[in-house]
């Protein structure tokens, strides 16, 4: 059974910082492409950003690039999403996903087998 968790969301005021985690059980997440995408509601799942297993490298959407970071501690078989300078519009429903290709992309949610339950960010005064 392959589960994937996310945790750490919260309401938060603009500016502040949130970390979210992604912990993986039946997988060995560092063998997968992860990817966070949210989704705000009224409106489209988006990518957010990517690591990938193959080579490392990260992907970032434009709108939180400076702003968030992708990383992965590897013993606790889990992905974080660390996020500062956070915005309004940053409020979503923001998810997890793993890709056993090891590859992984923020343009589409189609190569990811494995997705989470969903955490609540609200940035809010």
């Known amino acids: 059974q392959v589960q994937l968790v996310e945790s750490g969301g919260g309401l938060v005021q603009p500016g502040g910082s949130l970390r979210l985690s992604c912990v993986a059980s039946?997988?060995?997440?560092?063998?997968?492409?992860i990817g966070w995408f949210r989704q705000a509601p009224g409106k489209e799942r988006e990518g957010v950003s990517c690591l990938s297993s193959i080579d490392g490298r990260t992907h970032y959407a434009d709108s939180v690039k400076g702003r968030f970071t992708i990383s992965r501690d590897n013993a606790e078989n889990t992905v974080y999403l660390q996020m500062n300078s956070l915005k309004p519009e940053d409020t979503s429903v923001y998810y997890c996903?793993?890709?056993?290709?090891?590859?992984?992309?923020?343009?589409?949610?189609?190569?990811?087998?494995?997705w989470g339950q969903g955490t609540q960010v609200t940035v809010s005064s």
């Open positions: 996903a793993a890709d056993l290709s090891g590859l992984c992309t923020i343009a589409t949610m189609t190569p990811y087998e494995y």
């Open positions: 039946g997988v060995t997440l560092e063998d997968y492409g």
